[in-house]
């Protein structure tokens, strides 16, 4: 009795937009983008049927259509309600864009030189492919290959999906070849991974899931794990920011099974079959400009796990992205701490395509096992100087650095850590 009063009271209580359903009725078309192609013409082609729901299986036979006539290089069709409500039937919005694919092709392909390492890995050299909106989809297609420190080849895509909830999915798959610093063991790794965002303004929200198998000369290992980030992100500009933060927070679990490098012992000290781990962590970056354009950077970044982890996930710390001024992978821990903090000071006109300047640093980290206190931990320091430059978008920055132990220390890397 008091369940039917309830429903009986929330029903009656609801605003009647919420008892309608939505009607998704094609009552108007509309076509964007053509200038030679006639719109009677266009409509004609696309034989939309006036009168019929405005189902993705429609659309899709709408974009065929189109595409097929071979005048297009794309085709995009939105769905827009008349009304507030939902209920004023839908308009199709045709956005085309004419000449055949075939003849965009040398648009959409892009072909550019890919520089990235560091110490400890070392530098890498390839180069790199991206077929951009081909299939009017908006999708990104890329392929990249390096060689040197790391060897790999990588598949990526991603399609932007502003009509849905989610702004963006994203998948791809790379096959890896390097040198452990700490181990002082080749590496071979394989990674598949798939994903979706939803970025409003500054913010973006991330899930991701994938699977890793790697290879210590012998030794083997694989999990799979599931992630879920948070992201907040004012820079419009990365090397020399203004008054910008950027603040990054994950929870990841691992799936480690008992077959794997390690995973036998964990799973006897988890008292299971197989071992599943949770990693947490926090990125928070703080940007002041103080003088001219110059800039105060300050960068706080921990990583925690919820157990021991296997020995090839460790993190490491003592390079150019931790701690400046100790040699790379020198100690390495089931958690890590780092404090960073640098004044940039830029040597070149902003409005300027390259960037080149003088920096002033000083980083402070430690690793720790798992259950293991801060209280017992070994603090390690670093404080130096360095040049930065970069120009269409490769970076290269060069840091001495002194680790307050009697000692200094070049460190290379390409553009900023944070």
Same mark, same amino acid.
């Given at each position: 009795?008091?369940?039917v009063?309830? =429903?009986?009271?929330?029903?009656?209580? &609801?605003?009647?937009?919420?008892?309608?359903?939505?009607?998704?009725?094609?009552?108007?078309?509309?076509?964007?983008?053509?200038?030679?192609?006639?719109?009677?013409?266009?409509?004609?082609? &696309?034989?939309?049927?006036v009168?019929?729901?405005?189902?993705?299986?429609?659309?899709?036979?709408?974009?065929?259509?189109?595409?097929?006539?071979?005048?297009?290089?794309?085709?995009?069709?939105?769905?827009?309600y008349?009304?507030?409500?939902?209920?004023?039937?839908?308009?199709?919005?045709i956005?085309?864009?004419e !000449?055949?694919?075939?003849?965009?092709?040398?648009?959409?392909?892009?072909?550019?030189?890919?520089?990235? !390492?560091?110490?400890?890995?070392?530098? =890498?050299?390839?180069?790199q492919?991206?077929?951009?909106?081909?299939?009017? /989809?908006?999708?990104?297609?890329?392929?990249?290959?390096?060689?040197? #420190?790391?060897?790999?080849?990588?598949?990526?895509?991603?399609? #932007?999906?502003?009509?849905?909830?989610?702004?963006?999915? /994203?998948? !791809?798959?790379?096959? =890896?070849?390097?040198?452990?610093?700490?181990y002082?063991?080749?590496?071979?790794?394989?990674?598949?991974? &798939?994903?979706?965002?939803?970025?409003?303004?500054?913010?973006?929200?991330?899930?991701?899931?994938?699977? @890793?198998d790697?290879?210590?000369?012998?030794?083997?290992?694989?999990?799979?794990y599931?992630?879920?980030?948070?992201?907040?992100?004012?820079?419009?500009?990365?090397?020399?920011?203004?008054?910008?933060?950027?603040?990054?927070?994950?929870?990841?679990?691992?799936?480690?099974?008992a077959?794997?490098?390690?995973?036998?012992?964990?799973?006897?000290?988890?008292?299971?079959?197989?071992?599943?781990?949770?990693?947490?962590?926090?990125?928070?970056?703080?940007?002041?400009r103080?003088?001219?354009?110059?800039?105060?950077?300050?960068?706080?970044?921990?990583?925690?796990?919820?157990g021991?982890?296997?020995?090839?996930?460790k993190?490491?710390? #003592?390079?150019?992205?931790?701690?400046?001024?100790?040699?790379?992978?020198?100690?390495?821990?089931?958690?890590? &701490?780092?404090?960073?903090?640098?004044?940039?000071?830029?040597?070149? =006109?902003? @409005?300027?395509? /390259?960037?080149?300047?003088?920096?002033?640093?000083a980083?402070?980290?430690?690793?720790?096992? /798992?259950?293991?206190?801060?209280?017992a931990?070994?603090?390690?320091?670093?404080?130096?100087?360095?040049?930065?430059?970069s120009?269409?978008?490769?970076?290269?920055?060069?840091?001495?650095?002194?680790?307050?132990?009697g000692?200094?220390?070049?460190?290379?890397?390409s553009?900023?850590?944070?």
């Amino acid at each position: 009795m008091i369940a039917v009063l309830l =429903s009986t009271l929330l029903f009656a209580g &609801a605003p009647t937009s919420l008892c309608l359903q939505e009607d998704a009725t094609i009552i108007e078309v509309r076509v964007h983008g053509n200038y030679e192609t006639p719109d009677s013409e266009i409509l004609r082609l &696309a034989d939309v049927p006036v009168g019929a729901e405005a189902t993705d299986d429609v659309l899709d036979s709408i974009r065929r259509r189109l595409m097929g006539s071979g005048r297009f290089a794309s085709v995009r069709i939105l769905r827009r309600y008349r009304t507030l409500d939902a209920r004023g039937g839908v308009v199709l919005i045709i956005f085309v864009k004419e !000449g055949s694919s075939a003849s965009e092709l040398p648009d959409k392909l892009m072909f550019w030189p890919k520089f990235t !390492g560091g110490e400890g890995y070392g530098f =890498s050299a390839g180069g790199q492919a991206a077929l951009i909106d081909y299939f009017g /989809y908006g999708e990104r297609l890329s392929a990249y290959a390096t060689y040197g #420190g790391v060897k790999q080849v990588c598949l990526e895509a991603e399609v #932007g999906l502003s009509e849905f909830t989610f702004s963006k999915v /994203y998948g !791809g798959v790379n096959l =890896s070849r390097r040198f452990h610093p700490t181990y002082e063991k080749v590496m071979d790794r394989l990674d598949a991974w &798939a994903g979706a965002t939803y970025q409003r303004g500054w913010a973006q929200l991330g899930v991701e899931a994938g699977l @890793a198998d790697i290879d210590y000369e012998g030794l083997e290992g694989s999990y799979f794990y599931f992630r879920a980030d948070a992201t907040v992100d004012s820079r419009a500009e990365s090397t020399i920011p203004g008054n910008d933060v950027r603040l990054y927070a994950s929870w990841e679990r691992r799936w480690v099974g008992a077959g794997a490098i390690d995973g036998a012992a964990l799973a006897a000290w988890s008292g299971a079959g197989d071992y599943s781990v949770d990693i947490y962590e926090l990125d928070v970056r703080l940007y002041k400009r103080l003088f001219g354009h110059t800039a105060l950077c300050a960068q706080l970044f921990y990583i925690t796990s919820g157990g021991p982890l296997p020995t090839y996930m460790k993190p490491f710390n #003592g390079r150019e992205t931790s701690v400046r001024g100790h040699e790379t992978g020198l100690w390495i821990g089931d958690r890590m &701490a780092v404090g960073k903090i640098e004044y940039r000071v830029p040597l070149h =006109s902003l @409005a300027k395509f /390259y960037r080149y300047g003088i920096h002033f640093f000083a980083d402070a980290g430690t690793a720790l096992d /798992y259950g293991q206190g801060f209280d017992a931990a070994e603090w390690r320091y670093g404080v130096g100087c360095g040049v930065f430059a970069s120009i269409a978008g490769f970076g290269a920055r060069l840091d001495l650095a002194h680790n307050l132990e009697g000692s200094f220390r070049v460190h290379f890397g390409s553009g900023f850590s944070f």
